[in-house]
């Protein structure tokens, strides 16, 4: 017996998306909610909708009973999980199949494996994925520190173990002054975290951020569906994706997504994921692996024709992958821009009443949102309203079509990003594809300079 009803256990946009993929193939949905979600789109259109707690997320999409209750209430044999809430949940995954019911998301044991930082790099090292260059784990040593740094070559940047928010990390130029750095970090990383070990990697100047979007079927079998270019970043936020990367030839793609794919044969992987590297000059290093699916995972489908969340749904309902890695071809360009109800330039969240909404359309325009005139945008979640995805048959048609769907786009009663992406459309360098992970926030501290 196949999938025939599923929970989403999300909301917003992608719970929307769900629903659209699980009524494309015959399968009623479940929507769970929130008191504050009650009028939401996703919950208006699902088949059966049951209210699961209080706004707070803690109390109601995080809520591990009450999710897996409504489950058996509304007798739906799967759950998908979306991104973000309890989609990375190891735990949670694991609760689902003791209960019976179909998890559409990888093997619990690959989400703990990629969860975990120190984890993930020893796997995806055993597995054959290119690594940052650095020492194999914690270095005390300056003799032994200096002989790493001389065979990786300088800059290197010294990092905390225990470290996060930038502490107990320095960047060092040349040999002179790795002793006294190592001690420095030692020393912040031993005040932030009560623990003063480091560790060694090469240092990247000015890296793109590329992820390659692999799937398995769980018994060996896996592809890969290109890469898709996420460098445009606030605060290791993805503000506009695009696919493929304006630097990558197609020769590099195939090579790095078969390695990727066949990291994944290794791993009998299922389902979706995305292996995230940092690129420079022509070099790819792992930073990590996302066990779900992706935020910006439209602009893959745009360029390959192919639904994720179907396949997904395919896969956890124990069938092969449809397509072969040779039945794939990438055509086109497409770029994603991230709408959220915020201040375009300060960033502050700007949740309320929507009192005239009209999404952008014409041909190879794809608005995917929860938003209607009259709903208000709750404060409680994350302030991404819509995600705009534009088709090109090239990158610079594919911008000006991004140009005039902006345009089109009405979004009132709160501030949007809209400004922001419409600005980004106007910069030199973001036309012409030449950008880093660190170009967006230079580009905002220099403009805020400027106003000033």
Known sequence: MGISRILIANRGEIALRIHRAAHEMGIETVAVHSTADADAMHVRLADHAVCIGPPPASDSYLNHAAIISAAEIAHADAIHPGYGFLSENAKFAEIVEAHGIKWIGPKPEHIVTMGDKVMAKKTAGELGLPLVPGSDGAIEDPVEAARIAEEIGYPVI???????????????????????????????????????????????????????????????????????????????????????????????????GEVCADAMRKMAYRGAGTIEFLWEDGDFYF?????????????????????????????????????????????????????????????????????????????????????????????????????????????????????????????EGVKTSIPLHQELLRQPDVLNGDYSIKWLEEWLAERAGEEK
């Not at 489908?301 to 449809?322: C, F, H, N, W, Y």
């Not at 040779?326 to 086109?332: A, I, K, Q, S, W």
């Open 158 to 256: 010294i990092k905390a173990a225990s470290g996060g928010g930038g502490r107990g990390m320095k960047v060092c130029n040349s040999p002179d002054q790795l002793e006294t750095l190592m001690q420095q970090a030692g020393s912040e990383a031993k005040a932030a975290f009560g623990d003063a070990t480091v560790y060694l990697e090469k240092y990247l100047g000015n890296p793109r951020h590329i992820e390659f979007q692999v799937f398995g079927d769980g018994n060996g079998d896996a592809i890969h569906l290109g890469e898709r270019d996420c460098s445009l970043q606030r605060r290791h936020q993805k503000v506009l994706e695009e696919a493929p990367s304006p630097v990558l030839s197609a020769e590099e793609r195939h090579r790095m």
């Open 287 to 411: 930073i990590e692996m996302n066990t779900r699916l992706q935020v910006e995972h439209p602009v893959t489908e745009m360029i390959t024709g192919l639904d994720l969340v179907r396949e997904q749904i395919r896969i956890a309902d124990g069938k092969p992958l449809s397509v072969t890695q040779e039945d794939l071809r990438f055509t086109g360009h497409a770029i994603e821009c991230r709408i959220n109800a915020e201040d375009p330039w300060t960033f502050a969240p700007s949740p309320g009443k929507v009192t005239h909404y009209h999404p952008a359309g014409g041909m190879h325009v794809r608005v995917d949102s929860g938003l209607y005139a009259g709903y208000s945008i709750p404060p409680y979640y994350d302030s991404m309203i819509a995600k705009l995805i534009v088709y090109g048959r090239n990158r610079e048609g594919c911008i000006m079509r991004l140009r005039r769907a902006l345009e089109e786009m009405v979004v």
